[in-house]
């Protein structure tokens, strides 16, 4: 796949996608000897908080969320966006892949906003796709303000990965 063919499966997405939470797009620059597929196989979810004061709400790797400063999670779960990375030519089964992350990226609701920051991914940064599958996770952390509105805020976000 390449780069545009990915931006426009990104977008097919994005406009099917009725999800809350943050739907993100995947973008796959690859070189010409690379069939790399990117299949988003979940969203970035911060689950439910309240906001006394300025403050943040992580989501790892792994879903674990944790927040500062005047924000408090309540009961829910949060989750990484998820893809799944595949290449299907055997002479490219064990290949490494850099992983390049946003340094921000916005979520709305309506004329409220918010700002992702702090992006992981596990594969942190690199990934091979051993037997030529290998599934890559998201996480980032989510800036709040005082008495944010509630609501169910979306956006995107772009990564890049390719070959090495």
Known sequence: MNTTDARA??????????????????????????????????DLAFGRFAAIATGFVSVGTNGARSSGGGVVLLASAGAPARFTISDKTPANANLVYIVSLPASASISDGASSMTLTDFVSSAAGAGVLSGGTQVLAVGATLQVAAGQRRGNYSGNFNITIEYQ
């Open 9 to 42: 499966r990104c977008a097919r997405m994005l406009r099917r996608s009725g999800t809350l939470g943050v739907a993100a797009c995947l973008l796959a620059a690859t070189p010409g000897r690379a069939q790399l597929n990117a299949v988003a196989a979940g």
